[in-house]
């Protein structure tokens, strides 16, 4: 069977079966921000898949080791995973209260970090001993630079983010405030 319009246009029976070309998307739960596709499978521990296998970000967790061998390399390497893990601490921290931007951008940084702290820790063995002994609590100059620096990078985010944050509180008072008026 034939339809006819009224311009004489006459479309077959089976062209009106036919679907839509967009894949059904109910079924996926964590769409990447970017395509869409599924971002990856989530097994209820920290943070939900943003971006699927394609578009995440590549680590290069090579260049995280030191061509340097020896006993100073190794408690370079010991000591940097040390303060690194002090610095996912504080990003975790800054996530749970609500400063999103500010861990990610702790989380971007990271490498850099880790790449400078090792480097410092190479040629400071007894630094390295100390923060493994210690903690964090004694160091020398290019440690303390390298943890300046990565602070520096994340200070500004934080800073908007806290402003955005008390405007928004702000608004919400003014907002109560006007609707119990």
């Known amino acids: ?94 996530r749970i209260i609500g400063f999103t931007n500010t861990a990610e951008t702790i989380e971007e940084a990271d490498e850099v970090f880790r790449l400078r702290v090792n480097a410092a820790l190479l040629n400071s063995p007894d630094t390295a001993r100390k923060i493994l002994r210690y903690g964090s609590k004694a160091g020398d100059s290019a440690l303390f630079i390298a943890i300046g620096l990565h602070i520096a990078t994340i200070l500004p985010v934080f800073m908007t983010e806290a402003k955005e944050k008390k405007a928004e509180r702000e608004a919400k008072r003014i907002a109560e405030e006007e609707a119990n008026s």
């Open 1 to 94: 069977m034939t339809v006819t319009f009224s311009d004489e246009t006459t479309v077959p029976d089976d062209a009106r079966t036919l679907t839509d070309s967009v894949p059904d998307l109910s079924d996926i739960e964590y769409p990447c921000e970017i395509c869409g596709k599924e971002a990856g499978p989530y097994g209820g521990r920290g943070r939900k898949p943003k971006r699927c296998s394609e578009h995440k970000k590549q680590q290069n967790r090579s260049t995280n080791v030191s061509k340097v061998s020896g006993t100073n390399a190794q408690l370079a390497a010991q000591a940097t995973e040390a303060l690194c893990s002090i610095d996912g601490m504080a990003a975790l921290g800054a």
